[in-house]
């Protein structure tokens, strides 16, 4: 193998690795992009998750304010 034809073998591979980093680079950005948008989903899952508890805990109150109340009420018969 002559000078010229290692030369062609190193260019060829430099395409090649040269492609490769291109379609890695194309890649993380599509990953970078989804977890942008995952990361913005879960943050709504988390603000509805704690709607959803303060809603829990509020109705929560009203139940134990009705059973004093009904209790209240059955002491008083």
Known sequence: MD???R????VE???ALAESVQLLSVA??????????NEARFA???????IVLDSIKRLERIAVAHE?????????E
């Open 13 to 15: 591979r430099h395409e």
């Open 28 to 37: 993380q950005r599509q990953n970078e992009e989804r977890f942008a948008q």
């Open 68 to 76: 004093d109340r009904l209790d209240h009420l059955e002491n008083r």
């Open 44 to 50: 709504q899952v988390t603000r509805n998750f704690e």
């Open 7 to 10: 030369i062609e073998k190193l």
């Open 3 to 5: 000078i010229d034809q």
